[in-house]
Nanobody, 117 residues
Framework: QEQPVESGGGSVQVGESLRLSCTAP????????VLWYRQVAGQQEREWIA????????SYSGSTEGRFTISTDRAADTVFLDMERLKPEDTAMYTCRTVGAPSCEAWGQGTLVAVSL
């Protein structure tokens, strides 16, 4: 499986925005769906945040409160997570995952987002 690669994390202040990117080689050709998760330091569970499917349908966790938007540039094999009005509780490692056919199943290494007051 080709591993997705995340980028775009960083340190921001409360209320600011960030765009995360997940580059997943050939995910469109393989008709994979792409999901974003986050994991807070010290917690074992990853929280699912958003999903985009090949038919462009999208779904979000209620915890995003309408502040996050998932989109894609299939020509660039990239899925974006636009995060607005960031809060300290959004601080986490954000990871993308491709799912669908067996050839899709892969996790990225993650990109760290830190939101401070």
């Amino acid at each position: 499986q080709e591993q997705p690669v995340e980028s775009g994390g960083g340190s921001v202040q409360v209320g600011e925005s960030l765009r995360l990117s997940c580059t997943a080689p050939r995910f469109a050709d393989k008709r994979c769906s792409v999901l974003w998760y986050r994991q807070v330091a010290g917690q074992q569970e990853r929280e699912w945040i958003a999903r985009i499917n090949q038919d462009d349908t999208r779904s979000y966790s209620g915890s995003t409160e309408g502040r996050f938007t998932i989109s894609t540039d299939r020509a660039a094999d990239t899925v974006f997570l636009d995060m607005e009005r960031l809060k300290p509780e959004d601080t986490a490692m954000y990871t993308c995952r491709t799912v669908g056919a067996p050839s899709c199943e892969a996790w990225g290494q993650g990109t760290l987002v830190a939101v401070s007051l």
